[in-house]
Every structure is written in structure tokens, then in C-alpha cells.
């Protein structure tokens, strides 16, 4: 079957990689001129995200890019002091997995998808003018 996809963000991705992974021929179309870069925007992965992640095979990749958050400051306007916690032990209480990579969004192009023998490309483009 052949999918439109909308949206190359987290989840039009990760739904292309799925539907390519069980043979259709997807492409992802973003409406945005350039793939979202947020520069210095950290995303914490949580326990599902790396379920997902390690049976999508990615998740070496992504442990790889951890950026090792020891501590987390938060600044309040008007208060006097920061307040500093522990990174590790916040979000170990959130979750019994976690990983903080920087958010990152892959340029246009294709992507080849493998899983044993049945392999794919997801096409990501631009969506058509006029697509709102
Ligand atoms: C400040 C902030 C921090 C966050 N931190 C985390 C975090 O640490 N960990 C975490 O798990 N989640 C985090 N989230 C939540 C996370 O960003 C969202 O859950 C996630 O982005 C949802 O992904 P999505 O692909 O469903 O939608 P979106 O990320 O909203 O992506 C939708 C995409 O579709 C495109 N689009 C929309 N309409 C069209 C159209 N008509 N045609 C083509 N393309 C279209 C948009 O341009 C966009 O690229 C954070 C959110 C915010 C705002």
C-alpha cells in the first residue's frame, strides 16, 4: 500500500519506519521549509520512547549521543538563588529508563529502513505548496 505520511517530527517518522518495515511504500511530507533544528533544545527519552528506540534498533546510536546531564539548574525570576537537583535521580524517579540526547531532526532525502530481510526507503519531502 502506498502512505502519506504528514509530519516529520517524532512520530511521522517513527510511524514510516513501522508501515515500511511491514512493506508499504511510504513517504513523509513536512510543512515546514526546513527539517526543525531547535539547536540547543534537549529531549529526554523515557522507558516506552527506548522500548520503541531498541526494537527500531537505533537505540546504541542514540545512547551514543547522551549528553551526560549530571545536574539541572532551574532559575526563577525574582527569587535570589537557583535551585540545583541531581539529574540522575529526578528522572530515575520518573522512569526506570532514561536518556537526554540534543533534538536533532534529520535533513530531507531518504532513509533506508532494514529489519532482517525486509528493507525499505521512506522518502521525506517537502509538502506541496499550498498544504496547510
Ligand atoms: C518545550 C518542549 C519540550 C519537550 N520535551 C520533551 C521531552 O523531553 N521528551 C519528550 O518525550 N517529549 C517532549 N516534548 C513533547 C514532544 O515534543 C511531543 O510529544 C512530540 O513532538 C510530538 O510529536 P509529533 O510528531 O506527534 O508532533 P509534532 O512534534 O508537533 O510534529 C508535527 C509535525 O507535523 C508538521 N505538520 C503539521 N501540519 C502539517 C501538514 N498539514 N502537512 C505537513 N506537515 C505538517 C509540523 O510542522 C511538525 O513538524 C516537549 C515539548 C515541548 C513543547
Redesign the pocket.
Known amino acids: 500500500m502506498r502512505v502519506l505520511v ?7 517518522p517513527v510511524l514510516a519506519y513501522w508501515l515500511t518495515r511491514y512493506g508499504h511504500e511510504v513517504t513523509v ?4 521549509p526546513v527539517l ?1 533544528k531547535t539547536g540547543g ?6 522507558k516506552p ?1 527506548m522500548d520503541i528506540s531498541e526494537r527500531m534498533g537505533v537505540l546504541p546510536r542514540i545512547e551514543s549521543l547522551a549528553t551526560g546531564t549530571e545536574r539541572i539548574t532551574f532559575l526563577r525570576e525574582g527569587t535570589r538563588r537557583p535551585i540545583s537537583a541531581d539529574a540522575t535521580k529526578l528522572f530515575g524517579a520518573a522512569s526506570d529508563r532514561h536518556v537526554e540526547i540534543m533534538r536533532d531532526v534529520r535533513e530531507g532525502g531518504t532513509a533506508e529502513v532494514r529489519s532482517g530481510d525486509r528493507r525499505g526507503r521512506v522518502a521525506f519531502e517537502r ?1 506541496p505548496a499550498g ?2
Open positions: 504528514s509530519g516529520a517530527s517524532i512520530a511521522g511530507v513536512e510543512r515546514s526543525r533544545h534537549a529531549v529526554d527519552l523515557f520512547a509538502a498544504v496547510r
